[in-house]
């Protein structure tokens, strides 16, 4: 499974963003998706996943403002982040996994697969 993630970018304080991951090499439902980011010298950070159902879990640090989904029909997965913050500053990674548990889906350790992850500076 291949992971190619986009969207990245410099954007000011309060402005939206959305990145995309395009899944390629497996049927793309089977796959729990999600994404993580990770600020400099900080560990990998659970951000949102969306499962095959559409069931989705946020991390509260960007519940109501960041938004998952993902379109099976093009084996896609977003993530739409709007009154974006300098804290949110990161590199951004999508991840994939067809095993997943409830339990597990904020681990970034379940996730097999990962794209090479794309950056997202916010100025204040």
């Known amino acids: 499974v291949q992971l190619q993630a986009s969207g990245g970018g410099l954007v000011q304080a309060g402005d939206s963003l959305r990145l995309s991951c395009a899944v390629s090499?497996?049927?793309?439902?089977?796959?729990?998706m999600a994404w993580f980011r990770q600020a400099p010298g900080k560990e990998r950070e659970f951000i949102a996943t969306?499962?095959?159902?559409?069931?989705?879990v946020y991390a509260d640090s960007v519940k109501g403002r960041f938004t998952i989904s993902r379109d099976n029909a093009k084996s896609t997965v977003y993530l739409q982040m709007n009154n974006l913050k300098p804290e949110d500053t990161a590199v951004y990674y999508c991840?994939?996994?067809?095993?997943?548990?409830?339990?597990?889906?904020?681990?970034?350790?379940?996730?097999?697969?990962w794209g090479q992850g794309t950056l997202v500076t916010v100025s204040s």
């Open positions: 090499g497996d049927t793309f439902r089977r796959y729990t």
């Open positions: 969306i499962r095959y159902n559409s069931n989705i």
């Open positions: 991840a994939a996994s067809s095993t997943v548990i409830s339990s597990s889906l904020s681990n970034r350790r379940a996730y097999a697969f």
